[in-house]
């Protein structure tokens, strides 16, 4: 059974090296969850230094905020009475003795 690696890569590329460099020493599967934009996302899809099982590009997994906020569960949440107990719960008052 093969060791599985799971990378964290960004722009510094640091971790890139280091996986490089392991997989010339070390026989292992590894994956990588690459945190760049769309600039710097074509040198991760088109590289061959490192043989990466899987890769996954974080900002492809991010909701755009291009659509609207859900509002009858924003007024549900406003109208909460627990909600409404919990904040007035979490107010702190400083008396002087």
Same mark, same amino acid.
């Given at each position: 059974?093969?060791?599985? @690696? ?5 722009? #510094?590329?640091? $971790? #890139?090296?280091?996986? &490089? ?7 292992? !599967?590894? &994956?990588?969850? @690459? =945190? *760049?934009? +769309?600039?710097?996302?074509? #040198?991760? /899809? !088109?590289? +061959?230094?490192? $043989?990466?099982?899987?890769?996954? #590009?974080?900002?492809?997994? @991010?909701?755009?905020? +291009?659509?609207?906020? =859900? @509002?009858?569960?924003?007024? =549900? &949440?406003? +109208? =909460? /009475?627990?909600?409404? !107990? ?10 002087? *003795?």
């Amino acid at each position: 059974m093969t060791d599985k @690696i799971i990378f964290w890569l960004d722009a #510094f590329l640091l $971790n #890139f090296c280091f996986a &490089y460099d392991l997989q010339k020493k070390h026989d292992c !599967e590894l &994956y990588a969850v @690459i =945190d *760049v934009t +769309n600039r710097t996302k074509k #040198f991760f /899809e !088109e590289q +061959n230094f490192v $043989n990466f099982k899987k890769q996954w #590009f974080l900002h492809d997994h @991010i909701k755009k905020i +291009n659509s609207k906020p =859900d @509002i009858k569960y924003l007024e =549900d &949440y406003r +109208n =909460d /009475e627990l909600a409404d !107990e919990l904040l007035n719960a979490s107010k702190i008052t400083i008396q002087k *003795v």
